[in-house]
């Protein structure tokens, strides 16, 4: 089985209507008085991260990666719980994990640590408090939307690449990616939809067209991207961390981002990149 067929399997057990159909970035739990948003990403080494890479990095980027989930609903941050597997450089894990979670401000509340023989994994749960609600969704994008970014795609692949192949290109963006906690908040009370890009920005269109059921219209052009000549490949890499917003035409976003395109009723095709229709999600993107 791969990823999504297994994402799709799980979907026919009964679910909580805090699971939103396991079909957007976090659980959205309505407690009355607070709300609270759940996600939990693994990290695999040899998968998300090279088997001599640092361990501090591997622990700043499982909380990273988590957070931006939480940043996509424009959460405030919790706390963090850890699933640890023992193994080389544990020392440097735990110097890593010190520094992204003063970084970000945000407080360890547990976890579980455990010896294994298999490929290294890391878990994290990350817990935050809804600002406003309604909580954005992946399915809110609507006709007539425009259509966000903010930050860049492909500066992981060039990161990526650096530690591979000592290519000379800044590694930053692949070990130690941003969290867009604070523009995820500034957004949230806007958007329509929001969703974080990390498995390629085609992919992550795609899924929020798909869950909208509207067509989303790329402008490749206007996509920042951090290797122009390799524009296909930024778009589709992945890693990047990015949010993908949909706000009403005419609302501007209240931080840093890029217009990417628009949002139209849905036609044929769920992704129309550089008016050329996308059919179907394989190729967009990187997926397990
Ligand atoms: N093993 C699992 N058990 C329960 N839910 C899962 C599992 N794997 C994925 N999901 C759910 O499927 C949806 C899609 O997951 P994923 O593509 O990993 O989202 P993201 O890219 O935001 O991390 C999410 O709602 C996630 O919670
Ligand atoms: C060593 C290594 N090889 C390949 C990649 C490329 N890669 C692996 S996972 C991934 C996408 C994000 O990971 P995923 O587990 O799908 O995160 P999620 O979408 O669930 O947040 C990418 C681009 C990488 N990050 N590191
Ligand atoms: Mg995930």
Known sequence: MNESAFIEALRLLPTHPAARGLADDCAVLDLGSET?????????????YLPEADM????????????????????????VLIGHMLGRDDERFVTGLAKVLAHYEVPLLGGDTVAGKGTRTHGLTAIGRATCTPVPARDGAQPGDTLWLVGEVGAAMLGFETLRDGTGADQAAYSRPH???????ALAPLAHAMMDVSDGLLLDAFRMAEASEVTLAIDGAQVPVAAPERRL?????GDDYALLAALPQG??????????????????????L?????????????SH
């Open 36 to 48: 609270l948003i759940l996600t939990h990403d693994m990290l695999v080494e040899g998968t998300h």
């Open 56 to 79: 501090a990095d591997v622990a700043w980027k499982l909380v990273a990666t988590n957070l931006s989930d939480l940043a996509a609903k424009g959460a405030e941050p919790v706390g």
């Open 179 to 185: 969290a867009r906690v604070k523009e995820g908040q």
């Open 233 to 237: 490949e930024c778009l589709t890499w």
């Open 251 to 272: 609302t501007e976003p209240p931080c840093q981002a890029t217009r990417i395109g628009t949002v139209e009723p849905r036609g044929f095709a769920p992704l129309f």
């Open 274 to 286: 550089d008016r050329e229709p996308v059919l179907n999600a394989a190729g967009l993107g990187y």
